[in-house]
């Protein structure tokens, strides 16, 4: 079985210290002919170092006669050398011999090549006594290798190790006890304990004090400082989730510098959102090129704001060969765009089947604008049931079609409650149809909070039907606005026509004639009949008959009774009988009764003027 990790020579020397790398050959060429010369004499420690400088050198040959003859003379660090020279030759059972002689000897180098000797044979018992022994005489690579073992096994003194380790300075032991403790403390935000960076209970500290999720990025930054591209690569993500988006930066540079292309993919990202486009499609390149998906799907959608289809298709077929699902995906939007109807149907399948939720809601769209509501409605229901927010108001507008207020509502309450704005506003207006005014003033605030017009038009309205507390003093007039107006102004700031027209007739309550005439002429602008007809009432009073005329005119055409009514009542008045007697009757088409009572008995007046 293999270890992760580091790997190793296993190299020992005795009491001696290995022969440093000064650089120099002719220091080196002294060196070995000083411990050549002790060794032909006899010396056993100038054999034992002599075939440790040989082995190093990879002249395997030349040293396995010295290291034979120390070993024959007792010496522990030569034992273990010729059973790694053994091993390095395929000789495995006899370099395990040599290892045991030298492990029994005290060894703790050869007890940790013995122990995964054994391990890689699946004796774990015999391997974890003999990484035991080689961790308990602080042998980092030992106790590495022994917490690999424990952790497999699912045994709780992995930890310890594992901590033994990293504490030693191994950077990928650094890097496992950090994820460990990651784990741990997302484990404890699931369960509704204090998460990253918050006080938690006491029995959740780790051994040095710290919560788990501090101690993490500590271990983390040191694996990341010995080099770790992964541990570089997590500690970006913490710091940029923190917002501390220039050391983030920092790192995942790093990790990207190292070869790590998750790392190179998000420097990517946090450049496209600093404004600098350039350099992030650089990176995305790079991490695209060694077979990140996620990348590629950058380059595509980067490609694809261009308008260089070809370009994107190709890099999104890229991340779909890189095993991403998200490219099948983006695909289908491509073609989607470009009515490629076929095509997108079959990539929006092709993600839906492999799980991807919003595949699946967006091909249940494509075949319900087909008219196959059939064949819609099971992709809206699996992609909700994966969590498509989306998906659940779709499904909500589905059941709303075929009139089955009872499941569009349970649909839409899902959606709601999962931050979806429109789905908000349906459960309010369908609270409201119900009488539940309380529930419906919930779901109002949350919908219009989030930028619903009308959402925030309707719960005005609600609002506007309750007395309201603020009474005038002394008969003045009430110049502070109500919650419901502030409700109405942002709705009418959006472009909310009822809610413009609404405003303005606040407006003009308080007397306020240039406020009211800005949203009643932006009303009228639009479109409303309403705020036409407000509009020249308005003008009116302040004596433009003439302009007032033209947006009566413009509102009695769009089917506003009263508006006909005022129309017959000012041409009659200017003696254009004939025109009066058209205005009066649209005015009675169009009503209400009132209207059309009052627009006949001038309608029966003008005939018989015009008769006369």
Not at 183 to 206: E, F, K, L, S
Not at 238 to 252: M, P, T, V
Not at 322 to 346: K, V
Request: glycine share 10%; charged share 25%; hydrophobic share 45%.
């Amino acid at each position: 079985m293999r270890i992760m990790g580091d790997r190793t020579t296993l190299l020992e020397s005795g009491r001696f210290e290995q022969p440093a790398d000064h650089g120099d050959d002719t220091a080196a060429v002294e060196d070995e002919l000083r411990h050549r010369q002790a060794a032909e004499a006899g010396d056993v420690e100038a054999m034992s170092l002599l075939g440790a400088l040989l082995m190093r050198r990879g002249d395997l040959e030349g040293a396995e006669p010295f290291l034979r003859a120390a070993t024959a003379a007792g010496d522990r660090a030569a034992a273990n050398n010729l059973g790694v020279l053994l091993h390095q030759r395929g000789q495995a059972d006899e370099a395990a011999g040599w290892w045991r002689v030298a492990a029994v000897a005290g060894s703790a180098a050869a007890a940790h090549a013995l122990g995964r000797h054994h391990r890689e044979r699946g004796d774990e018992v015999a391997a974890e006594y003999w990484l035991r022994q080689s961790a308990e005489q602080g042998h980092v690579l030992g106790a590495y290798a022994l917490a690999d073992l424990l952790e497999h096994r699912s045994d709780v003194g992995a930890e310890h190790w594992m901590r033994a380790a990293a504490e030693r300075g191994h950077r990928e032991a650094a890097y496992r006890l950090a994820r460990t403790l990651e784990d741990r403390a997302r484990a404890a935000v699931a369960q509704g304990v204090a998460g990253a960076g918050m006080m938690q209970p006491t029995g959740d500290r780790t051994p040095g004090g710290m919560t788990p999720a501090a101690e993490a990025e500590q271990w983390f930054r040191q694996a990341a400082a010995r080099g770790h591209r992964r541990a570089a690569l997590h500690l970006g993500t913490i710091l940029e989730d923190r917002g501390l988006l220039k050391e983030a930066g920092r790192w995942y540079l790093t990790s990207a510098k190292d070869g790590e292309p998750r790392a190179a993919c998000a420097l990517g990202f946090l450049l496209r959102d600093a404004g600098d486009e350039e350099n992030a499609a650089v990176w995305w390149l790079r991490a695209a090129q060694e077979g990140d998906g996620n990348a590629a799907n950058a380059l595509g959608a980067l490609h694809a704001a261009r308008g260089e289809k070809q370009t994107a298709e190709r890099w999104y077929r890229a991340a779909m060969d890189a095993g991403d699902i998200n490219g099948a995906y983006n695909l289908g939007l491509l073609c989607a765009q470009q009515s490629r109807t076929a095509q997108a149907e079959a990539w929006y399948r092709r993600a839906a089947y492999a799980g991807h939720r919003e595949a699946a809601n967006a091909l249940a769209v494509l075949l319900l604008q087909g008219g196959d509501a059939a064949g819609a409605e099971p992709w809206f229901s699996k992609a909700a049931e994966a969590g498509s927010v989306d998906a659940a108001f779709n499904l909500g507008i589905l059941y709303a079609g075929r009139e089955d207020d009872g499941k569009a509502l349970q649909w839409y309450a899902r959606a709601a409650a999962a931050g979806h704005t429109e789905a908000a506003l349906q459960v309010g207006i369908a609270l409201l149809r119900d009488g539940d005014e309380q529930a419906a003033e919930r779901h109002l605030r949350c919908a219009a909070g989030s930028g619903s017009a009308e959402a925030a038009f309707r719960l005005g309205t609600l609002l506007d039907r309750r007395p309201h507390q603020d009474v005038a003093v002394l008969g003045e007039s009430l110049t502070e606005k109500t919650e419901c107006e502030e409700w109405y102004e942002r709705a009418a700031e959006q472009g909310h026509r009822r809610a413009q027209v609404r405003v303005g007739m606040l407006a003009a309550a308080r007397g306020d004639a240039a406020e009211a005439a800005r949203w009643y002429r932006e009303a009228a602008e639009a479109g409303s009949r309403n705020g036409a007809f407000n509009l020249g009432l308005l003008l009116a009073r302040e004596g433009s008959e003439a302009e007032a005329a033209l947006w009566w005119g413009r509102a009695a055409l769009a089917g506003h009774g009263r508006a006909a009514l005022r129309m017959a009542l000012l041409t009659a008045r200017r003696g254009e009988l004939d025109e009066g007697r058209k205005w009066c009757e649209r005015a009675v088409a169009l009503g209400p009764a009132e209207v059309a009572e009052r627009a006949g008995r001038l309608l029966e007046a003008l005939r018989q003027e015009l008769t006369a």
